[in-house]
């Protein structure tokens, strides 16, 4: 009788261990499913699964479950492939969230050669291009060699998801490097192209801002007023037409009088909340610019100044800021003080355009 037992007892083992190894293969095989998906995590809903067929500058195509699904571009947070290297994700992951640096050391370790799906290599190249440039702005050097990358990222992938924001990208770049001619093409390529109403005016925005530093200041408050005229419901679209206003304002000094640059601008200021550095910095330079146009050079320097030591966030702005504060400090006969700021701006900002001024 026990050996009856044992027998069943050993029958039980048997049954236990070929049921957990069924499951471990059909769990096996799940999670490589579930893996071989690609994954578009939008910015409100749920993630989109499938297989990414096509894309374009417009939107992102899948075949979910044999249907198609189109997501467009503006609307997309992220796009993962299933068969992508893990070096890949984790590099786009980091690059998403502004760590670009970090990105670009992930995104080196992949070997493109590795890749044969054309969409994830050429995603690969963007990021690798995107990362490349915000670093050359964010350091100051390298904008040579990061201009030639995203250029030959958008040779190869022209029709890419990325291609308003590899616009952009070079547009910056543009500006960086004084080359406000291509800066002013790129912008408006976005500007005249992009279907999204806040894109286009944040497009149109900087095409002017570069027009100014060209001195073309007729032909830039002619988009700053375009971008007034258009109606702004959410936050960031109200931000931007105020972010035109200070423009404006600086354009009028230049096209008309001064007084009436200084007035607009300072209406600005005293309408809206300091916390929005970016606004407030661009709003004080502004300001120092028209005061300078006044012969009120001691007015400038403090307006100046309040960038260099509240509103400093944005490296443009305050860069600018610096550059004019060598200048006026000077003409104040407190040479130490515009010595201070002349270095500042050459350790901070050496890749500049301003500290290119000095």
Request: net charge neutral.
């Amino acid at each position: 009788m026990n050996s009856v037992f044992r027998f069943i007892e050993r029958l039980k083992s048997m049954k236990i261990r070929l049921l957990s190894m069924v499951c471990l293969v059909f769990i096996a095989h799940g999670s490589s499913a579930v893996a071989e998906e690609d994954q578009v995590y939008v910015k409100r809903g749920a993630t989109v699964r499938g297989k990414v067929d096509e894309v374009s500058p417009v939107q992102v195509t899948l075949d979910v479950a044999g249907q198609k699904r189109s997501v467009s571009v503006n609307e997309v947070r992220v796009v993962n492939f299933g068969d992508e290297p893990p070096g890949l994700r984790q590099g786009r992951a980091r690059a998403v969230a502004g760590k670009f640096a970090e990105a670009l050391q992930e995104l080196k370790k992949v070997d493109a050669t590795s890749i044969s799906r054309p969409l994830v290599k050429l995603d690969l190249q963007f990021y690798l291009a995107l990362c490349q440039g915000r670093e050359a702005l964010r350091s100051g050097t390298g904008k040579s060699e990061a201009t030639e990358a995203m250029l030959a990222f958008v040779r190869s992938g022209a029709n890419s998801n990325h291609f308003f924001q590899a616009a952009d990208v070079l547009g910056d770049l543009a500006v960086a490097q004084g080359d406000y001619e291509n800066a002013v093409k790129y912008y408006g390529g976005i500007s005249s192209k992009n279907p999204w109403a806040e894109d286009r005016t944040r497009a149109l925005l900087a095409e002017a801002d570069t027009r100014v530093k060209q001195g073309s200041f007729a032909e830039a408050q002619k988009r700053y007023q375009n971008i007034l005229t258009q109606k702004a419901d959410a936050p960031e679209e109200k931000r931007l037409l105020l972010l035109a206003e200070v423009g404006r304002g600086r354009c009028l000094a230049e096209t008309t009088t001064a007084e009436q640059g200084i007035n607009v601008i300072e209406q600005v200021i005293a309408d809206n909340d300091a916390a929005d550095t970016e606004l407030f910095g661009r709003a004080y330079n502004a300001l120092g610019d028209c005061l300078q146009l006044s012969n009120k050079p001691k007015d400038a320097l403090m307006a100046y100044l309040h960038v260099d030591v509240l509103f400093y966030g944005d490296a443009e702005t305050h860069a600018e800021a610096l550059y004019h504060l060598s200048k006026l400090w000077q003409v104040a006969k407190n040479q130490d003080r515009a010595a201070v700021a002349a270095n500042l701006l050459k350790q901070r900002y050496a890749g500049s355009v301003w500290a290119g001024k000095l």
